[in-house]
Nanobody, 117 residues
Framework: QLQLVESGGGLVQPGGSLRLSCAAS????????IGWFRQAPGKEREGVSC????????YYADSVKGRFTASKDNAKNTVYLQMNSLKPEDTAVYYC??????????WGQGTQVTVSA
C-alpha cells in the first residue's frame, strides 16, 4: 500500500518554529517530487513547497519563502518541512503529496498547525 504519513503539527506562538515530517511507505521518495500543501478554514488549498525527487532542489510559495525549508532524508524515506518565524496566517492543515501539482492520488492524512498567542 502506497502511503504518506505526516506528523509534527501543533500549537505554536507567533515567531515560533515547527518541523513537519512526511514518511513514505510502499514506495521510495527518491523517485518522486514531494509537495507540501496547506488548507485553512474557508480557503482553497495552497501549494507551499515542492522538493524534487532526484536532487532535492526545493521551491517555495512567496508567502513562505525565507521562512520554510524543505529537505529529505532518503535513508529514512522521509521529507521534512522546517517552518520558522511562524505567523497566524500560517494556521492550516498541512498535507504532503507524491507530486507537486496537487493531482497525485497519494496524500497524507494532514497535520494541524495552529499559530496563536
Amino acid at each position: 500500500q502506497l502511503q504518506l504519513v505526516e506528523s509534527g503539527g501543533g500549537l505554536v506562538q507567533p515567531g515560533g518554529s515547527l518541523r513537519l515530517s512526511c514518511a513514505a511507505s510502499g514506495f521510495t521518495l527518491y523517485y518522486y517530487h514531494i509537495g507540501w500543501f496547506r488548507q485553512a478554514p474557508g480557503k482553497e488549498r495552497e501549494g507551499v513547497s515542492c522538493i524534487a525527487g532526484s536532487d532535492g532542489t526545493s521551491y517555495y510559495a512567496d508567502s513562505v519563502k525565507g521562512r520554510f525549508t524543505a529537505s529529505k532524508d532518503n535513508a529514512k524515506n522521509t521529507v521534512y518541512l522546517q517552518m520558522n518565524s511562524l505567523k497566524p496566517e500560517d494556521t492550516a492543515v498541512y498535507y504532503c503529496a507524491a507530486d507537486c501539482t496537487g493531482s497525485s492520488n497519494i496524500w497524507g492524512q494532514g497535520t494541524q498547525v495552529t499559530v496563536s498567542a
